[in-house]
């Protein structure tokens, strides 16, 4: 956790110090303060606890809302770590909030582990319920990103990469424009495009029990396990910024999402030439 509560108010772990005492936002149960050295300081639930919010988080999951938080503060904006939405359905805590200078709000969701299609569908529901925009930041492998062939344009090129099914829904959420991703070993952002994969079935040829010659295959298939995955950047966090635009609710298959706002980042230099 990188929030908790001192005599009442919110504090940030890397504004907190040594020998105070600290409240669980959710339970009101004492919080140990980790000051950061290998890890960044943090706060973790003081055993015996059974608060939903006492689940220990990944390095990287708290590495990385910490940098979003920190950079759209350097830029003025108000930003809440870990802020409590009661609207919200499960853990009502949005990874980041974010307010811009009209005071509209976007919750940027970075997601390290994977989600089941239920809960990711609830959470969107609830934030468009709420009229909160939302980008959701699915993290993305080492492996994956070296093992992926450099193209010509600087792009990075998986053939067949098998996605999760909550990427499936979040790049069908942020529909043509694709998603974004985190890498946690590099710190820095790509953005991603799934397409659908071919394979080819080769012929097959027998005889039956008649003598006759019997053949099949010689055509192409689309793969029910993988997809084509396009990497463009990567970019750190303060090259990229937030815009949001509408989207109207959608259906296919077994995924649903929500109208309502839809966060994107974009490239400093694509903002740039559109101010030009």
Known sequence: ?????????????????????FNCPQCKGILVFKPGRKVISHFAHKPPTDCTWARGETRAHLEAKLLVSEVLKARGLRAELECILQGLSGDRRADVLVWS???????IELQHTSIGLDEIERRAFSYAKLGIAQIWVPFISKDTIEGAELRADGSLFLETYSPRQFEKWVHGFHQKDGMWVYAP???LFWKAHIAPHQVYVPITEWYDEYGEEQSAGGYTKFSK???????EGPFPFEALR????SRRPGKVAHYNWPGGG??????EDVLSQVAA
């Open 225 to 231: 396990l993988y997809r084509e995955l396009t990497l």
């Open 101 to 107: 200078p009209s005071g509209k709000q976007l919750a």
């Open 242 to 245: 937030v815009t949001v635009k």
């Open 1 to 21: 956790m990188l929030v908790a509560e001192q005599d009442g108010a919110r504090i940030e772990a890397n504004a907190a110090e040594r020998g105070g005492i």
């Open 185 to 187: 070993h590099q710190k």
């Open 262 to 267: 839809l966060g994107m980042f974009v490239v």
